[in-house]
């Protein structure tokens, strides 16, 4: 990861485990309230360590729980801004199997390694917000797969940029 990224993280507690496992550009929503003002604030700071041509990157790292979730669907429908420049970071290990850990418990349980290793797994935030979607329809029916797709038309109309519009397009049809 780039030096022109940030790490968006749920508490304060998550920012010192970052910290204290040497892991900087890190900020704490204080709950799972994120939106444009915040955005507008992290790029202006950014804006003193800008390269020509690199964009800057958010990466979230937001609990595996309901409300975390519901949070990082939150920030792609309402910040559009960021949409293809924006991850979502689930912190898992080989241990923890599909429990999505928050970044303290992460590093309390499994040391900082494993709290660095789980950073180098990022999921474009559409792809995220798609993949919540799938969970809901059973697509081996055409039902199912007509179902999904109906459902994935608003996500994908917030897509602005033709090229990446019309990549997830073909990566969600059957």
Not at 27 to 35: H, I, K, P, R, Y
Not at 116 to 121: E, Q, V
Request: glycine letters at 8%; charged letters at 25%.
């Amino acid at each position: 990861v780039s030096e022109r990224h940030i790490f968006i993280v749920e508490g304060q507690t998550d920012v010192m485990a970052f910290q204290a496992a040497g892991i900087r550009n890190v900020v704490a929503s204080c709950g799972t309230a994120f939106g444009k003002s915040h955005v507008e604030i992290i790029e202006r700071l950014a804006s003193t360590s800008t390269r020509k041509g690199e964009q800057f990157k958010f990466f979230f790292c937001f609990d595996g729980d309901a409300a975390g979730i519901a949070a990082a669907v939150k920030v792609f429908n309402n910040i559009p801004e960021i949409q293809l420049n924006s991850y979502v970071i689930g912190l898992k290990t080989p241990e923890s199997g599909d429990e999505i850990l928050d970044p303290c418990d992460l590093r309390l349980t499994y040391g900082d390694e494993a709290l660095k290793k789980a950073l180098t797994t990022p999921v474009s935030m559409v792809e995220f917000v798609l993949k919540q979607e799938l969970q809901k329809w059973d697509v081996l029916t055409p039902e199912g797969r007509s179902g999904f797709v109906t459902a994935c038309r608003p996500t994908l109309s917030l897509i602005k940029d033709p090229l990446a519009h019309d990549g997830y397009l073909r990566k969600i049809s059957f």
